[in-house]
């Protein structure tokens, strides 16, 4: 999962019963102190369990199950967190918060392509017939991963330049400061913490996050 989630830059899903983790992920987990933590291992096949019919429910469905609405609505959350203290981070490097208006438009537009999308995702499953139909749902099921996609830079060129080793993702890797937390965008919450700045360190981060707005609102509306 770490691998996946830091490095590829792929979402993934964590669960538990006490807690994210039943047992530490290190050198430390021995058989000894996983019978500590889980005895008879109860918590771990129910974590099992649960997984298991997450793939059943995920491999069976015809569209992939997702709300791209209420993902984009998050999205929109997670920039109005950040916009108060992008604001201060242009005035320290003498540019107005107009700056800061190209990401609001992407935002905005985002928002309203995820809503759309929604809207229009069933309709013409229903309307046409089955030839097109699967042509339909394979548009649709392409849309949603590469939705996600668009917002995962290419690891190994250095064009597309991120503060954290771990910051593939633009909306959900780990902050550069510790990889144990973070908020969304944590290349521009990095923006906003760092001591030191930049002009052009700034803008490209902004311009950055920008293209990838654009990219993925690009998919919903094709």
């Not at 099992?48 to 059943?56: D, E, F, H, I, N």
């Not at 991120?162 to 993702?169: A, E, M």
């Amino acid at each position: 999962m770490y691998e996946f989630y830091c490095y590829a830059g792929v979402s993934v899903l964590d669960i538990g019963c006490n807690s994210a983790c039943d047992v530490y992920h290190s050198m430390h987990d021995t058989q000894h102190l996983l019978e500590l933590v889980d005895n008879n291992y109860k918590n771990l096949a129910k974590v099992a369990s649960a997984l298991a019919q997450v793939v059943v429910s995920v491999s069976e469905s015809v569209l992939i199950p997702g709300d791209i609405e209420h993902y984009t609505d998050r999205i929109a959350d997670w920039w109005l967190q950040q916009r108060p203290g992008l604001i201060n981070v242009m005035k320290r490097i003498g540019e107005k918060e107009t700056a800061l208006t190209p990401l609001d438009v992407a935002i905005r537009e985002l928002s309203n392509a995820g809503k759309q999308f929604m809207k229009n995702m069933y309709t013409p499953l229903v309307a046409v017939g089955e030839e097109e139909g699967m042509n339909e749902v394979r548009r649709v099921n392409d849309a949603l991963l590469l939705f996600d996609r668009a917002f995962i830079l290419p690891g190994s060129d250095p064009l597309f330049w991120t503060p954290s080793y771990y910051s593939r993702h633009l909306l959900v890797s780990p902050s550069a400061e510790d990889l144990y937390s973070g908020n969304g965008f944590p290349s521009l919450q990095w923006l906003i913490s760092k001591s030191e700045l930049s002009k052009d360190e700034v803008l490209y981060q902004l311009e950055l996050v920008r293209w990838a707005l654009k990219a993925s609102t690009d998919v919903l509306l094709d």
